[in-house]
C-alpha cells in the first residue's frame, strides 16, 4: 500500500464565507489530505468558486480551465468545484468541463470526505448542489493548528432571503439559515481556549440571525452579546449587514461592549432613493443616514465603511451625484466600490435602461478618486494620537517592521526589534498616514 501522504490544493475566490468554507474543507479532509501550494503536487484541488460579480466568475472558470492539462498528465488528480459557480451551474459543469470530478454547493461542502470517498471508489462523476429544505449547519470545532494563531471567522448563517435585484447570492446560497447559538459559542470558547483573540461572525445578513429559526433563538443583538462576554474574546466584529435590519438593540451594543471592535461595514450600494427601491433595498438615504448617525452617538470614533454599485440599470448623473453627495457626508474611512455587472438569474438582468460600459467606468473612477482622497484624510485626522492595536506578524519584506490593526480594522505598521506574537494589544502613537495604513511607534508601557 502506498502511505505517501496526499496534497490537497484549495483556490478560494470571493468573499470571506468562502474563505471560511475554504478553511473547513481542508480541516474536513486533513486524514487524508495535506495542503499545498504548489499545483504540480496536488493530488486533489478544490476550486472554491465566487459569482457575486461576473470578473470573480470568469477567474474561477480560467483556474477550471487551466487544470484540464494537469488531468491529463495526472488523470488521478480529483478536481473539485465548489462555491456559488458550482451551485449556479451544478451538472452543466461537466460538460463545459469534462476533467471536473465533483461539483459541490456551499451547503454540502461537510459531506466532502463521503463525496471524495464515494468517487475513488466507484469512479463517476458527482453532482452535490440541491439544496435541502431540513439542512442543519454541523456544530464544527476548528483545527487550531493551521490558519492564523490569532484570530478566526465563525460562520452563524448562510444564505440570504433579501432578494436585492442584482444579487445572485440568495440563488446560489439558498434561504437563510442561522446556526444554533449553542454550536456558535461552543465553537467561540474552543477558539479562545486555544489562544485566539478575535473573532468575527459571518454571515450574508448577519442583522437578520435568527429569524429563520422558530421559538427560542436569540435575536443578532442578544448572540452577539452572549459572544461579547466569552472571557479571551479581546475583539469581536461581525460582517455583514443589511442596513434595512439594523435594530436599536444592535446600535446599543456599540455603547455597551467594549470588545465590540469600533467598525461598521454599512453597504450603502448607492446614494440614490430611485435607484435603492430598483435594487429593493428596502431603505431610504434618509433612513441610512439616521442610522450612521446613531451608531455615531453609540460610538464616537466608528470607523464607518461600505460598498457601492456604480452603473446600476437606470442610473442617471443625478442619481450618480447622489452617491458622490452621501460619500461626502458621511466620509467613509473607506468603501469597496464596483461596477455593475448583470448576474442570471438575478431580476436585475431584466431590466433594460443598462448603462454603457465607458460611463460605468468612469463613474467608478470618479468615486474611488474621491474615496481615496478621503481615506488619506481620516487617516490625517489620527496623527499625533494613541490608538491600540493587534499585533498581525512582522512584514515577509523587511525585518524589524510589524504589522497591526486598529479597533476599526486600520493596517498600522510600526518598527520593533522584539519578537511580537500575532495577538498582542498594545498602545500606538500614530505618526504618518500613508493612503492605504498608518505608521506608528509603539508607546512605552
Ligand atoms: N454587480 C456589482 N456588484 C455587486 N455586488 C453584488 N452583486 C453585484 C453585481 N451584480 C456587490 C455589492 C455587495 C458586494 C458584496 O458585492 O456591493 O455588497
Ligand atoms: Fe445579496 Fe442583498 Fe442578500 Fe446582500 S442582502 S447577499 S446584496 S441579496
Known sequence: MNHKPQKLYIATFGCQMNDRDSEIMAQLLADDYQPTSDLDQADMVIVNTCSIRAKAEQKAFSLLGALRKYKKTRPKMIIAATGCVAQQDGNKIFS????????????????????????????????????????VIPPFLPDINSGLPHKRFVTIMQGCNN???YCIVPYVRGREISRLAADIIAEVKHLVAHGIREVTLLGQNVNSYGNDQKGEFPGFPQLLRQVAAIKGVERLRFTTSNPKDLSDELIACFADLDNLCSHF???VQSGSNLILKRMNRKYTIEKYLEQVEKLRRARADIVLTTDIIVGFPGENEDDFAATMKLLETLRYHSSF????????????????DTIAEEIKKERLARYQARQKEITLERHHEYVGRIMEIMVEGESRNRTGQWCGRTTGNQIVNFDSQENLAPGLIFEVKITEACFNSLRAVRVAD
Open 96 to 135: 463545459r468541463m469534462n476533467h471536473v470530478d465533483l461539483v459541490i454547493g456551499p451547503q454540502s461542502i461537510y459531506r466532502l470526505p463521503e463525496l471524495t470517498g464515494k468517487l475513488k471508489e466507484k469512479r463517476k462523476k458527482i453532482d452535490c448542489t440541491k439544496f435541502s429544505k431540513s439542512f
Open 163 to 165: 432578494y436585492c435585484t
Open 265 to 267: 461595514h454599512l453597504p
Open 337 to 352: 466600490s464596483f461596477i455593475y455587472s448583470s448576474r442570471p438569474p438575478a431580476r436585475s438582468c431584466e431590466f433594460t
